[in-house]
DNA sequence: TGCCTGGGGGATAAAATTATCACCTGCTGA
DNA sequence: TCAGCAGGTGATAATTTTATCCCCCAGGCA
């Protein structure tokens, strides 16, 4: 048996899932906004963490047939029941980046600071 | 700028950091008990792992110098900051794990269920 | 036509993370 | 003296994750 921080571990693990979802979480559903939100995801990469995450029933993907075409990821109700984790961990990585920045070399993913759609998100 | 989120997972990235940090926290902290809590766990990787962890502050190594040789890690106050995230966490996959163990391929880490010191964590 | 947007994928390379293995220091007990 | 426990490391492999590249479809527009 494996414990349950093993399955938690495994569904955000990947470098852009977190992010993903705390973009779904803010309205940035559609592929083309999250590449803009996410600057340093790519389309390829981002992808297959969407379908990562939808394997394991965390977001939904709604594909409208329509003109032009559109898609939408939304988080299901155990996607959503992730949030308050996410959250925690953006709150104390917030809380201590001051100290973190000074312990932690390299560069990484972007960050937010709301804005319209536009806004980046991580 | 990174938000947040990115440092947070800087932190506890690495297969076996949280694991370690659930076992310090329930008392387990020397060496040869954690390779015991943590059965699939390797001496030399769980050394990298606690180096980084006490590089970013998260935990401190005390050693006696005393006979028989004891090595003692602890959490930092930093450290016992993140473990409401880690208990989330937990507690998150155990909620889920019925479910979850029908879209998670692999076989992972092991699990607790406490006992006395060689009761094993994760 | 040519080019842009929106959505997506296969093949492959590069990077990062983990695991293996062998070997080292000290002390204790048989 | 040999074995075992306690703590630990360098070098190297094996694996897993990410990133790059290039190509596909459809429609709008100029």
Redesign the pocket.
């Known amino acids: 048996m494996e414990c349950g921080l093993h399955f938690t571990k495994e569904v955000l693990?990947?470098?852009?899932k977190a992010g993903l979802l705390k973009a779904i979480s803010i309205d940035i559903k559609?592929?083309?906004d999250m590449l803009r939100a996410i600057p340093?995801?790519?389309?390829?990469?981002m992808?297959?963490?969407l379908?990562e995450l939808e394997q394991h029933g965390i977001v939904t993907?709604k594909?409208y047939h329509q003109?032009?075409?559109?898609?939408e990821y939304s988080l299901t109700e155990l996607g959503a029941s992730l949030l308050p984790i996410i959250n925690a961990m953006n709150q104390w990585g917030e809380n201590n980046r001051a100290y973190l920045q000074t312990v932690i070399a390299k560069d990484a993913p972007v960050l937010p600071e709301l804005d319209e759609k536009r806004r980046k998100v991580c």
Chains 1, 2 share one sequence.
């Not at 003109?67 to 898609?71: A, F, I, T």
């Open positions: 693990n990947g470098k852009w559609r592929p083309s340093d995801i790519t389309k390829r990469v992808n297959v963490q379908r993907k594909i003109l032009p075409l559109k898609v």
